[in-house]
C-alpha cells in the first residue's frame, strides 16, 4: 500500500451540496444524525472524524437545513454579543479550543441553558485533547459524539470519482479498480494521491491511466 507522506491543498472547488455528499456505512450514522438534528440530546452533537472525511461537507448541509450560523475565533471571543445577535443554531466546525477556553466554555454553557442547538466538529475526540479547564473538558467528554469511521471500498471509489469530477479528470474502471487496491486506506491518502495524479497528468500532457499511476506513485 501507497503510505499517505505528501500533503497537498486542494485548489480546485468543492460542491457541498447535499446530493453530492457520499453516504456509506463509514460515515451513515454521521449523515442520518445531521438529518434528524431537531432531536439532538440537549441540541448539541459532536461530529468527530480524520481530516478530508466530510466534516466540512456535513456542516454546510446541516447550516442549509436549518439556517444555521458558522461560528469564528472572533465570534467566540465576544461570545454574548454574537450569541444574542443571532437566533439561529450554531456550527463551530474544526474546533480549535487553544486560547479560547473560557469562551467556549461559556458559549457551550449559553447553548445548553437557552435550549440552542449546537453543532462542533473535530479531528479527535474531546477525551484526547489538551484541555485545562475541568468544567469545559467534562461537558465536551459528556457530549453525544458520533465519530465518522475510515472509507470502505465503496466510499474510497466515490470519494475518487468525485474528486477526479472536480478535477475535470475521465478514469477508466481499470484505474478506479488498480487504485483501490493500491492506495493507503485514507481519506487524507486519497486526497493526496488525487492531486498528485492530476499534476503529473498536467505536466505530461496526458490521461490518468495505468502506465502513468505505477511510475508516478512508484508501484
Known amino acids: 500500500m501507497l503510505m499517505a507522506q505528501l500533503v497537498f491543498n486542494f485548489a480546485a472547488s468543492c460542491s457541498y451540496r447535499i446530493e453530492d455528499f457520499i453516504v456509506t456505512n463509514s460515515n451513515q450514522e454521521a449523515f442520518s444524525s445531521l438529518m434528524q438534528w431537531i432531536n439532538w440530546p ?3 452533537l459532536l461530529l468527530v472524524g480524520p481530516q478530508y472525511s466530510g466534516k466540512t461537507h456535513l456542516s454546510t448541509i446541516f447550516q442549509k437545513l436549518s439556517s444555521a450560523v458558522f461560528t469564528s475565533r472572533d465570534n467566540l471571543q465576544t461570545y454574548e454579543d ?7 443554531p450554531f ?14 466554555l461559556h458559549f457551550y454553557n449559553l447553548c445548553r441553558e437557552k435550549q440552542r442547538t449546537l453543532l462542533l466538529t473535530a479531528e479527535t475526540h474531546p477525551i484526547q485533547w489538551d484541555i485545562k479547564l475541568p468544567d469545559l473538558k467534562s461537558r465536551l467528554v459528556a457530549t453525544r459524539t458520533i465519530t465518522i469511521q475510515q472509507p470502505d471500498d465503496i466510499l474510497i471509489k466515490g470519494i475518487l470519482l468525485k474528486r477526479f469530477s472536480d478535477l475535470q479528470i475521465s478514469i477508466s474502471d481499470n484505474v478506479l479498480e488498480y487504485l483501490l487496491t493500491h492506495i493507503e486506506r485514507s ?4 486526497q493526496n494521491i488525487v492531486l498528485l495524479l492530476d499534476e503529473a ?19
Open 91 to 104: 456550527i463551530l466546525d474544526s474546533l480549535k479550543f487553544q486560547e479560547l477556553e473560557e469562551p467556549l
Open 201 to 219: 497528468s498536467l505536466a505530461e500532457q496526458k490521461k490518468v491511466t495505468l502506465p502513468l499511476i505505477k511510475r508516478v506513485l512508484n508501484l
Open 82 to 88: 454574537f450569541f444574542h445577535s443571532n437566533s439561529s
Open 42 to 44: 440537549h441540541n448539541i
Open 187 to 190: 481519506y487524507s491518502a486519497i
